[in-house]
């Protein structure tokens, strides 16, 4: 049975923040802790609080729903989902990879930049991912990279991860890179980033991503991907893309991505 925490949010309205800034607390011992929703490191601390805020009380759908729609649009091209060789950006304590699982994946490798994800996944979910590796992907070492490329990687997942702080443009272009031509892309992201009055790097990322050449955009769906604190549901798009050629090299230029 798992633990149930004693959280609650506060009583003033949090529209006014970010939605990295947002805060709840958690009861432990008479003593109110307050922890932000990005205060993964603490959160996956505690088994079953990360399920209970953001499936429970928030109904996140997110890894259902990118899972589901990779599944369908990898079989509607004549593949096989169950062939799949998964490289999971931002794989936290192992929500995508069970949803992943469900649809069976031949290989699944998560990739987290804190430890206490690839701890929480180990303990939560044993023997989900092939392996998980934690690390930063703006600056990975060669050892690394020959690593994930001995994996054969042709499928990216990232979900609940891109934006507002947690990956950078930078990471999602170096895992995309380790997609082979002819692989997939599932990712979901906020539904500002596809709007062209967005300004922020990740925007002009996903933008250009989607009118490159060596990208074929093949779903495309605005839901609902989860609650906002204040109850209100948050509009997301869910993406897959096939990967038709390597990236052009002056992406990471056109995208401001410096170095
Ligand atoms: C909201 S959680 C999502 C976890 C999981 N994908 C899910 O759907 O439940 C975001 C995760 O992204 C990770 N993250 C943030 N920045 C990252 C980076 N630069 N590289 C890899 N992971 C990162 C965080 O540590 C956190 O575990």
Redesign the pocket.
């Known amino acids: 049975m798992p633990v149930r925490h004693r959280v609650h949010f506060p009583p003033q309205k949090a529209n006014d923040l970010a939605q990295d800034e947002v805060f709840f607390y958690v009861i432990e011992d008479g003593e109110k802790i307050r922890l932000r929703f ?1 205060d ?1 490191a603490s959160i ?1 601390a505690r088994p079953g609080l ?1 399920e209970q805020l ?1 499936y429970d009380r928030l109904k ?1 759908t ?2 259902t729903k990118v899972a589901d729609i990779l599944r369908k649009t990898v079989e509607a091209n004549g593949q096989d989902a169950t062939a799949l060789r998964v490289l ?9 990879g069970e949803a992943l699982k469900r649809h069976g994946v031949s290989r699944l490798v998560g ?4 430890p206490e ?1 690839r701890e929480a996944c180990l303990r939560d979910r044993p023997g989900m991912y092939d392996d998980y590796y934690v ?4 600056d990975i070492d060669a050892e690394l990279h020959e690593d994930i490329c001995e994996w054969q990687v042709d499928c990216l997942t ?4 891109l934006g507002f ?4 443009q930078r ?1 999602f272009v170096q895992a995309l890179q380790f997609v082979r031509p002819g692989g997939w892309a599932a990712f979901n992201i906020k539904h500002t980033f596809l709007d062209p009055s967005d300004t922020t790097g990740f925007s002009a990322l996903v933008r250009e991503l989607l009118f490159s050449e060596s990208i074929e955009v093949h779903h495309i769906e605005r839901y609902w991907h989860r609650l906002s604190m204040e109850g209100n549901p948050l509009a997301y798009f869910a993406l897959v893309l096939r990967k038709e050629a390597e990236l052009p090299l002056d992406l990471p230029r056109r995208v401001g991505i410096v170095g």
């Open positions: 990005h993964y996956y990360y953001f996140c997110s890894p999971d950006l931002g794989a936290g304590n192992g929500m995508m990739v987290d930049i804190i994800a690390a930063d992907f703006t990232s979900v609940a991860a702080g947690d990956i950078p990471a």
